[in-house]
Every structure is written in structure tokens, then in C-alpha cells.
């Protein structure tokens, strides 16, 4: 569909424990710390992510746009798109916002992608998965 023009054979690839974000030892500009590199080889095991500077810059675009209508200064979440057959997004407790590739194939307009995006922006904003943790604990 129209959103992901950009993914290819070339766009995807496993990160794991000596690749620990978008950018070898950077996470989106900031120097990786131990409990980034751990989370993102726990990722790692459960899902393939989606390399695409495009796509990443588009998402971010977008929540960035959705975060400064709400006008309080949220920050930006680490948006991870990770390859599934499955339609899904989801947030984590380390608060990122996770969307499926199949997710972004079938959504049709950027006002669905908004729809998607703002849904698991409201859960990273509500700390929804502060609340769950402190629950199971």
C-alpha cells in the first residue's frame, strides 16, 4: 500500500546484542547504555526490525506532529518497525512504540497512520506500562 513503498529485499536485518540500535553504538543521536543494548537484544530475539531511513523519518514525522498538537513537551519514542505477517503495534515497557511491517503495508492513508500512531502514543503519554509493571509487581 502507500506506506511502505520503501520496504525491499535490502531493508531488513536482525539486530542483536553488538548491534544495539538504528545506529551501531547511537540510539537516535544518544550514546547507547547498557540497559538500551540489553533491551534491544532482548528485542532482537523476538523480532527481525526494519532498517529504512524513510520509513523512519516518516513515522517520527508523523508522532512528532501528533506529540505537538497535545501541546505538553512529550518527548519522542524510539519508533521500531519489525517484520510480521501479523497487523500490530504495540508500546514496551523500555517505551518504545513497536509497528508491524504488515501493519504499515495495509494502512492506506497517512490519517490511518495517524489513528495507529496516536493510539500507542496515548499509552507511552498515560504510562500505561508503568502502571502494568507496578501491578505485576
Known sequence: AV???GFGAGAVESRDAQAPGPQG???RGKA????DRAERAYLARFYVFVESAAIDAYLRDVATRLLAARGRGDPLPDILVYSSDEFAASTD???NLLVSTRALR???SEDE???????????LVL?????KSALRN
Open 3 to 5: 506506506l511502505c513503498a
Open 106 to 108: 495495509e494502512l492506506e
Open 127 to 131: 504510562r500505561h506500562n508503568e502502571r
Open 113 to 123: 497512520l495517524a489513528a495507529l500512531l496516536s493510539h500507542e502514543l496515548s499509552h
Open 25 to 27: 553504538a547511537q540510539t
Open 93 to 95: 515497557d523500555g517505551g
Open 32 to 35: 547507547a547504555t547498557a540497559p
